[in-house]
């Protein structure tokens, strides 16, 4: 299935921003991928076979080439992919960790579909990794903040050498994210990992589903108010 370039990438007239890369990517999450999952789903048996797998893989993949176009934003704006794009729902904001969810919602997510122990001690493990690697990045992302505002006061501001930062930071919080999805599809594996994926991708669809953002807009206080 044709994906569209991610942002900065292939011929001048192909380029697209991010926000226009997210609309498709999320129109092509919702149709096809989606059906064809829960299709492969209500005619599996329970066993890993072809159709299940081909489905599940290719949810998997559309993840895998978010986070790739993610790395490609911020490497030409990382300051508005750390922020939080224009791309975003005002739903997802408080999801978001340096770009996109947060890595613990991953395992989160997985805990809703009453896993097997096997399954468990897997997300356990997973989540040790992620409360190790999380503080480094948040650390780093400090740190610079840090550095930034000294040698502002101080006259000799880097900015450059900040958006590297930055840059670095985005990718590191990617990288975590692609890793942590790995790992979880692999531990689940077949069925589990199928259910999983389609887990994820409903609740990204919910944070841009019309009538949720409805709901959203209505529960928030009006001007003045």
């Not at 697209?16 to 498709?24: G, L, S, W």
């Not at 559309?62 to 490497?75: K, T, V």
């Not at 356990?124 to 190790?132: F, H, L, Q, S, T």
């Not at 610079?144 to 880097?158: C, L, R, Y």
Request: aromatic content about 8%; charged content about 25%.
């Amino acid at each position: 299935m044709p994906r569209p370039p991610p942002p900065g990438r292939g011929a001048p007239g192909a380029r697209r921003p991010m926000r226009d890369f997210f609309a498709v990517w999320l129109a092509t999450l919702r149709s096809p991928l989606l059906p064809l999952l829960r299709r492969a789903l209500s005619s599996s048996s329970g066993s890993w076979d072809d159709p299940l797998s081909s489905a599940a893989a290719a949810v998997e993949a559309h993840f895998q080439a978010h986070w790739s176009a993610l790395d490609a934003a911020a490497r030409q704006d990382p300051a508005r992919v750390v922020a939080a794009g224009d791309w975003r729902s005002p739903l997802e904001l408080p999801f978001l960790w340096f770009g996109d969810v947060h890595p613990s919602l991953l395992t989160s997510l997985l805990r809703t579909l009453s896993p097997s122990p096997r399954l468990l001690a897997a997300a356990d493990r997973v989540d040790r990794r992620i409360r190790a690697a999380v503080p480094n990045v948040s650390d780093r992302f400090r740190r610079a903040q840090e550095a930034f505002v000294a040698a502002e006061v101080a006259g000799t501001a880097d900015v450059e050498a900040f958006l590297g930062e930055l840059k670095t930071v985005a990718l590191e919080a990617n990288r975590l994210r692609r890793g942590v999805l790995s790992e979880l599809v692999a531990a689940a594996g077949g069925y589990q990992a199928a259910l999983y994926l389609e887990a994820l991708s409903r609740f990204v669809l919910s944070m841009h589903d019309p009538e949720v953002l409805r709901r959203f807009d209505q529960c928030r206080p009006s001007p003045g108010s």
